[in-house]
């Protein structure tokens, strides 16, 4: 499927610093941006833009991690728009803490509901009618993080793994039935949630510098897409390594409590 024949678009996280700049970076005339977000201020902010580009913008703002509520909202928009790509980017962030004390286990079940439970729902709501039309693109936002879990955030590097086996698992299984799938691995993106995230941050790339990369190899079906070199081969090196050699490499670059 060419980039060309893209007509209905649906992007969660649209509220976010990727999200919104995905959102922008589509936004053309006749095509209709679905868009999903927790931030209302924000994400009407992004619809008043990307109807300026001459897209059409249709809004959901409820919990993501409502399943029923989220696959029934997916399922409608598709009878009414039938999607040709949808990308679930939602995620939260949540870390050690500055002394190390552990990750609050109320927040680690919330960022796995909204991380990896909600982008399993998601895609499994689009996955049915896609197979049925015989045509789709699915592109699931993981992170670098995936590669080899960070000491500073377990939960969120858990998360991310997730999202990366059952990306890579979509795409062997749907191919066969013309749906694209493609998991989407960045490094550090300009973002509040990347501002809050402890420990260093090497090359760092803006929101839409990420989003111009996504767009173009999505159109390219690239299994996977990870950004920005070299950090990407060397997140992908340290799950290559022993473990207990790849902790202490993190630990000398300053991911430690």
């Keep these: 499927m060419s980039q060309r024949s893209l007509r209905t678009i649906l992007i969660t996280g649209a509220s976010g610093s990727i999200g919104s700049a995905l959102a922008r970076a589509y936004a053309a ?11 209302e201020e924000k994400l009407n902010l992004v619809a008043g833009d990307c109807e300026a580009r001459g897209a059409q913008v249709i809004l959901g703002i409820f919990d993501i991690t409502d399943t029923p509520q989220l696959q029934a909202w997916v399922q409608d928009i598709d009878y009414s728009n039938p999607i040709d790509l949808l990308i679930a980017n939602q995620g939260m962030n949540i870390n050690i803490g500055p002394k190390g004390e552990g990750e609050d286990w109320v927040q680690a079940e919330r960022l796995l509901e909204v ?12 996955i049915k009618p896609m197979r049925a039309r015989g045509h789709g693109q699915i592109a699931l ?3 670098l ?24 698992a979509l795409r062997g299984w749907l191919a066969p039935h013309g749906i694209q799938v493609t998991v989407v691995m960045p490094g550090y993106v300009e973002s ?20 111009a990369v996504i767009k173009r190899r999505l159109a390219l079906n690239h299994a996977r897409i990870s950004f920005p070199f070299p950090l990407n081969i060397g997140t992908w090196f340290l ?5 207990e050699i790849s902790i202490k490499i993190l630990g000398w670059m300053g991911y430690r409590a």
């Design 239 to 243: 799950a290559v390594l022993p473990p």
């Design 115 to 126: 991380n990896l439970r909600a982008t399993m729902a998601l895609a499994s709501a689009a």
């Design 145 to 168: 993080a995936g590669f080899f879990g960070l000491p500073l955030t377990p939960a969120y590097s858990a998360s991310k793994a997730g999202v990366k086996a059952y990306g890579e």
């Design 192 to 211: 509040d949630m990347c501002d809050a995230m402890p420990g260093p941050k090497p090359f760092l790339w803006t929101a839409e510098r990420a989003a």
């Design 141 to 143: 936002i993981s992170s």
């Design 29 to 39: 005339p006749g095509v209709i941006l679905v868009l999903h977000g927790r931030d």
